[in-house]
């Protein structure tokens, strides 16, 4: 099984500045480094729908084009079933403009669903790609009538940038790319 990342969100106590803010829209993040050339973020957004047509919506791997913009392809490769744990082969290809050079990255992943009582949890495992280490979560809860969704990324790239530079493209690049998803799975 893999290890959660961060701290689940069932467990955060919610200022109610943060609550008024994740039920306006507001995208929350929380950046820290992870090494010398890696970064951890962690997004919490709120959705306005139950937990299950969430959990319908991001299950369905090759719309995460439509809520990525930089997501170009989103492939579910093959599906595995073990005496212990089932998961599925993913295949997703970005493309990032950076100052003036544009980069494409290629990540296969191993992916877990857990469905539980109290939340729902995807776990994204780097097999290989354009990264030195990749790893994801994402966990859906109820909060107040609809979802709190929280997506965590950890990633070290093979170019080494430092992890200020990478924190603040992902701190520019994940709500726009967060409100894209919220806007995809609401409407559908």
């Known amino acids: 099984m893999v290890s959660t990342l961060v701290p689940p969100a069932i467990d955060r106590v919610w200022s109610n500045t943060e609550q008024s803010a994740l039920l306006r829209g507001e995208v929350l993040l929380q950046t820290s480094s992870y090494s010398a050339w890696g970064g951890t973020v962690t997004a919490y957004m709120y959705l306005p729908t139950d937990r299950a047509h969430v959990w319908q919506q991001v299950t369905n791997y090759s719309r995460w084009v439509q809520y990525f913009p930089s997501l170009t392809q989103s492939l579910v490769l093959s599906e595995h079933s073990t005496h212990h744990s089932s998961y599925k082969r993913l295949y997703q290809v970005a493309g990032k403009t950076f100052l003036c050079f544009t980069a ?56 080494p940038i430092p992890t200020q530079i990478i924190q603040e493209g992902i701190r520019l690049d994940l709500p726009m790319n967060m409100r894209s998803m919220r806007q995809v799975i609401c409407h559908s």
């Open 104 to 159: 494409q990255v290629e990540v296969y992943l191993r992916v877990y669903e857990h469905i539980a009582a109290q939340s729902h949890q995807i776990q994204f495992q780097f097999e290989q790609g354009s990264f030195n280490d990749f790893s994801a979560e994402l966990q859906l809860q109820d909060f107040q009538a609809g979802t709190l969704l929280t997506y965590t990324v950890q990633a070290t790239p093979t170019i």
